[in-house]
């Protein structure tokens, strides 16, 4: 695997992207990325928008 490389949100020093997940929200999925800064801050937030992957319609099945 590659590593993703970004830059922190508050200091502007480079960081990598650890891990990408999704969480759920009442217009769907909503992707977030957890950073380490080289200067060591930390941050769970939501993927910035250049980085987010476009989000897929899903269908609801309503009961018969």
Known sequence: MERE?????E?????EVLY???L???EGPVEHV????????WFFME???PQRRP????A???GR
């Open 5 to 9: 490389l970004t830059t922190c949100p």
């Open 11 to 15: 200091c502007g020093s480079p960081a």
């Open 20 to 22: 990408r997940s999704a």
């Open 24 to 26: 759920a929200s009442t």
């Open 34 to 41: 957890k950073l380490q800064c080289v200067t060591g801050h």
């Open 47 to 49: 993927a910035p928008a």
């Open 55 to 58: 989000r897929r319609r899903h």
């Open 60 to 62: 609801v099945a309503i």
